[in-house]
Nanobody, 124 residues
């Protein structure tokens, strides 16, 4: 069983940067496609970015394209989300999710395991 654990959230000013990390314990990370999702107060969870098992394919939500970069290091069982040019509307709890032996997906229901989330707050 895989247990994603997020870290790296915090408070940042508009235009700043943060890097979120996700440690995927419980197996070789090369077995999982990984995704990042977020949920803002009063809103539904939404897709942010996803990466294939090899790291060769990535997907981004239109709202973060060009600002966020998802990457992975399978040797370290880690997935990262580099967030640049942050905006107040990026404020949310960010969740890391793992999909066993599947393709990277933008659909949350296709992921098998979820982390507890890390808060990102962008202040103006």
């Amino acid at each position: 069983q895989v247990q994603p654990v997020e870290s790296g959230g915090g408070l940042v000013q508009v235009g700043g940067s943060l890097r979120l990390s996700c440690a995927a314990s419980g197996g070789a990370s090369s077995m999982y496609a990984m995704g990042w999702f977020r949920q803002a107060p009063g809103k539904e969870r939404e897709f942010v970015a996803a990466i294939s098992r090899s790291g060769g394919t990535t997907y981004y939500a239109d709202s973060v394209k060009g600002r966020f970069t998802i990457s992975r290091d399978n040797a370290k069982n880690m997935v990262y989300l580099q967030m640049n040019s942050l905006k107040p509307e990026d404020t949310a709890v960010y969740y890391c999710a793992a999909r066993i032996l599947g393709l990277a997906s933008t659909k949350g229901w296709e992921y098998d395991y979820w982390g507890q989330g890390t808060q990102v707050t962008v202040s103006s």
